[in-house]
């Protein structure tokens, strides 16, 4: 449990090593429970990864990790002639695109389960 909360993300450190790190510190723990894991990884994230990554609100480890990313594009950009307000623009649109892609694969999801469990009618038999 210490070098799970004591594991910080070094300064050249790159972040998606740093989470596959604190992912498996986690399994080593048997930790179970997902958020748990999720907060404890963001925690240790160095300032300026954790503040781009903070503005998705990731609750898996996978929307951790693309949360991650695009934070970390952000901060090799250094600004890239982009003002914070137009960075956080942009993370703020990849946010809510990614919760319409999930959107889209649960209710995707739903339909496949319906169609699985869907009971055969009498116009299904008679053709």
């Known amino acids: 449990m210490t070098e799970f909360w004591g594991r910080r ?3 050249d450190e790159k972040t998606c090593r740093y989470i596959e790190d604190k ?3 986690a399994r080593q723990m048997r930790a179970q429970d ?3 894991v999720v907060q404890g990884t963001i ?4 300032a ?3 503040r781009d990554v903070l503005i ?6 996978e929307a ?3 949360a991650a990313d695009i934070a970390d594009a952000s901060t090799r950009a250094g600004g890239g002639g982009q003002s ?3 960075r956080r623009a942009a993370m703020t649109a990849h946010f809510h695109i990614s919760g319409l892609r999930a959107m889209f694969a649960g209710m995707q999801a739903m339909m496949t389960n319906g169609r699985q469990h869907r009971r055969p009618s009498p116009i299904d038999n008679h053709y």
């Open 48 to 50: 300026d990864v954790r």
């Open 64 to 66: 951790l990790r693309t």
């Open 23 to 25: 992912a498996r510190i």
């Open 43 to 46: 925690q240790g994230m160095r």
């Open 9 to 11: 993300q070094g300064p």
């Open 34 to 36: 997902e958020q748990f």
């Open 84 to 86: 914070h307000a137009q």
């Open 56 to 61: 998705q609100r990731p609750t898996t480890i």
